[in-house]
């Protein structure tokens, strides 16, 4: 395509990018298309030109076939284990470090946060958001996720305080028996004294964060970021103005929100529909 430019990689930043940037460097070498890169290895186009990107890991096999193909001598199988680690695309990696660090954490999602999710609910919630992904990418992604869960049943964690649509207690994702376990999930979370969630009801009418997220991390020195995240792409915002605007945004969610307490209440009841619901399935 006239113009197009390959999205740029960083190989000095991360095994990922280097291994990416290592197949772009080698087809390009050998002039060849990633179409006919993947003809040659007999690979989806569409799997291959994310791990060229850094976007996913590459996952077991590739490598011999990339090493035999290049005739690399093995570049690709030493790589593997180092890329294989990294858990999260550049992009994300320097959030990440920081949500690790925060002393406090508020979010405010449109769907069950990331945090809270159930490894049935995460599945569900990966596959519907990249169809086409793998099941090797579904399954290291997944497990990703459920990592950053550890902390907050780990020694000394974070103060958190979630903000969730009313949406989240009401889309169906994954059927009502999936649903239903989350629920439980969600009122067993609340538990904690240093964990609080709120629901934002469809009564609130609009709000600053419709079909997007919010995160604030406040760090032990007082130091606050903000991550605004979309379906497709996330941004990491530092500047203390633009983190004071999204602040002011995330306290009118607060204050737009139920109590814990009516939150609660509500989250019990959507338990009480799915679990009918539940039942009346495996009726069937």
């Not at 997944?142 to 974070?158: D, F, I, V, Y």
């Not at 649903?179 to 469809?202: F, G």
């Not at 004071?244 to 509500?266: G, V």
């Amino acid at each position: 395509m006239p113009g197009f430019q390959p999205r740029p990689l960083h190989p000095g930043r991360s095994a990922r990018d280097l291994y990416g940037a290592e197949i772009r460097r080698l087809r390009e070498e050998a002039g060849m298309s990633l179409t006919r890169l993947a003809e040659v290895l007999k690979f989806s186009k569409a799997h291959l030109s994310r791990i060229e990107t850094a976007e996913s890991p590459p996952p077991e096999g590739l490598s011999e076939k990339l090493d035999a193909a290049f005739g690399t001598g093995g570049t690709f199988l030493r790589l593997f284990p180092l890329a294989r680690l990294e858990q999260f695309p550049d992009r994300y990696r320097r959030f990440m470090d920081l949500a690790a660090q925060a002393v406090v954490r508020e979010g405010f999602t449109m769907t069950v946060h990331g945090l809270l999710q159930t490894a049935a609910y995460a599945e569900a919630i990966l596959r519907s958001g990249d169809p086409f992904a793998t099941d090797d990418e579904i399954e290291h992604r997944l497990a990703a996720r459920l990592k950053q869960q550890e902390r907050l049943s780990g020694p000394n964690p974070p103060r958190y305080w979630f903000i969730l649509d009313e949406l989240a207690l009401r889309r169906p994702i994954g059927g009502p028996l999936v649903m239903r376990d989350q629920m439980q999930r969600l009122l067993k979370a609340s538990k904690p004294p240093y964990l609080t969630i709120q629901v934002l009801p469809y009564a609130s009418g609009a709000h600053s964060e419709l079909g997007g997220s919010l995160t604030l991390l406040s760090m032990a020195g007082g130091s606050v970021v903000a991550w605004e995240e979309g379906s497709r792409s996330g941004s990491l915002i530092e500047k203390s103005e633009d983190v004071a605007k999204r602040r002011a945004y995330y306290d009118l969610l607060r204050a737009q929100a139920l109590s814990p307490e009516d939150s609660l209440a509500m989250i019990s009841a959507a338990l009480k529909g799915f679990d009918h619901a539940a039942r009346a399935v495996a009726e069937e």
